[in-house]
């Protein structure tokens, strides 16, 4: 194993906190219209709330076709951009979608004014930006992180997700209670921007190109992760489309992310419609769940590794526990929210939270690091595939959210609940089954150049694996 070199003040440390600002980011401008939203339109006849100043007409459906636009984007973005980050190296896609990302939020008071087409086409071009943005952090974590560390800094750089959430939505309350919505897309652009400008100067495509790294790390990363690891020419595209533990990360991740975008993008009008919160009182409320998710990826940054060496039972057995245990806890979460009576309304959101925080679980402790051991040489073509598979769900989930609330009735929330609650309990099922985290035998050193015959699409490999550096935790 590699000389260990010390995390502490190393580029390491430095990548992974740009990662957790750029996410933080990525995913402030990826939802604050969700809030705004509320602010936005014009209230209805009965709404006595104060706040509730705006004057657009859209109704549930293309309010809901706003939200979704910009997982168009981030859908068609993704198919690309892992394979652009591989090829050519992440930097420059991890700070320029970020940038791009907030320079169109800040356009997104004009275009509202300009009409929902407008509105539509920035939130269109903001998930591009994105789904350029995420494969290259992925490229970048597979020649930069060691083993041992890539699952405790993805889970610290995910920090920045809930946290943005915890920000975003109580921030949001507050300009749009004193001064007006379009702040809130003024606010966090320009937050976006100075980040961008950081990132660049501080990430790079490698530890030969960094002009600060140490002779230590240099040398630590270079025997942990060697060249001919991460570098691979041809692209074994056979062996990856039917390969089971691919596709069971495939069908993880879309069925956490229904219930991941299902939550993110209907809370507000959920705690609006079913729970009547004010705007100050849903902007705090909307934070709350994230407040629990942040603990949780807190919780596994700095535990998993350690959990897997004294455990014994290999990174296998421990991500499927962990996404089993988080899935079905989830589901069971949403399965009591519909049980809740109305009159709970704290009880209902702290169910809501208690779902998004076992639902992290199965993500950060479960599939979220394992593309990074199947296959390091590819993280970022299948990070990418995988993202839009469950970017799929940012335009399934409000779609059918939309067709199953047009009145905003306890019991049609009850129906998204119930189909949220499916989700989480199919993929905890398929993970359980297919999933792995073993290096696979097309994505080994020197199986670039032929296409291994691809075991079945949906079978586990446990016995096949190749056994180096990807089976030590990460």
């Known amino acids: 194993m590699a000389a260990k070199a010390p995390l502490w003040g190393s580029c390491r440390l430095v990548l992974a906190c740009c990662a957790f600002v750029s996410l933080l980011n990525c995913f402030v401008q990826r939802f604050n219209l969700s809030f705004a939203v509320v602010c936005m339109l014009r209230p209805a006849a009965n709404n006595t709330d104060t706040d509730q100043t705006g004057d657009l007409a859209w109704d549930r459906p293309l309010t809901e076709l706003l939200l979704s636009a910009f997982f168009y984007g981030y859908l068609l973005a993704q198919l690309a951009g892992g394979r652009v980050s591989d090829a050519l190296g992440g930097r420059r896609p991890f700070v320029l979608g970020n940038a791009a990302q907030s320079l169109l939020a800040a356009l997104l008071p004009a275009a509202a004014a300009w009409g929902a087409a407008a509105v539509f086409a920035v939130r269109l071009l903001q998930g591009v930006a994105c789904g350029f943005f995420l494969p290259a952090m992925f490229s970048l974590f597979r020649v930069w992180m060691l083993p041992e560390e890539r699952t405790s800094l993805l889970a610290f750089a995910y920090v920045g997700v809930p946290l943005s959430f915890i920000l975003t939505y109580p921030l949001s309350g507050i300009l749009c209670h004193f001064m007006s919505w379009p702040f809130i897309f003024y606010v966090t652009g320009l937050f976006g921007v100075v980040c961008s400008l950081l990132t660049y100067f501080l990430v790079f495509d490698s530890p030969e190109s960094h002009p600060r790294i140490s002779q230590e790390e240099l040398a630590a990363l270079r025997e942990a992760v060697p060249p001919q690891l991460t570098k691979q020419k041809k692209v074994p595209l056979r062996a990856m489309l039917l390969s089971g533990p691919v596709n069971a990360n495939h069908v993880a991740n879309f069925c956490y992310n229904w219930g991941f975008n299902t ?8 705690l609006n419609e079913v729970l009547e919160f004010d705007v100050r009182q849903n902007g705090l409320f ?44 989830a589901g069971a979460c949403m399965l009591g929210l519909v049980a809740l009576p109305s009159a709970y309304k704290v009880t209902a959101v702290l169910l809501v939270a208690a779902s998004q925080t076992a ?11 394992s593309l990074l051991d199947l296959a390091p040489a590819h993280a970022g ?94």
């Not at 939550?263 to 959920?270: G, K």
């Not at 962990?322 to 899935?327: F, M, P, R, S």
Request: glycine content about 10%; overall charge neutral.
């Open 359 to 369: 639902a992290e679980l199965s993500y950060t402790a479960g599939f979220l690091g």
């Open 286 to 329: 909307s934070a709350l769940p994230y407040a629990g998710l942040m603990v949780m990826r807190l919780i596994v940054a700095t535990s998993f590794a350690r959990c897997v060496r004294a455990t014994g039972l290999g990174l296998t057995v421990v991500r499927k526990l962990n996404h089993t245990i988080g899935a079905v806890g």
């Open 381 to 474: 073509l299948l990070s990418g595939w995988t993202n839009a598979v469950g970017a799929a769900t940012g335009l399934l989930a409000p779609g059918v959210v939309g067709a199953l609330t047009r009145q905003g009735l306890r019991d049609e929330w009850n129906t998204v609940l119930y189909i949220t609650a499916g989700f989480y309990l199919l993929g905890a099922l398929v993970y359980l089954v297919f999933g792995s985290s073993e290096l696979q035998p097309w994505a080994a050193p020197g199986a670039a150049n032929s296409e291994p015959e691809a075991e079945p699409l949906l079978t586990a490999d446990t016995t096949k694996a190749v056994p180096p550096q990807s089976s030590q935790s990460s």
């Open 263 to 270: 939550v993110a993008t209907n809370l507000p009008i959920f």
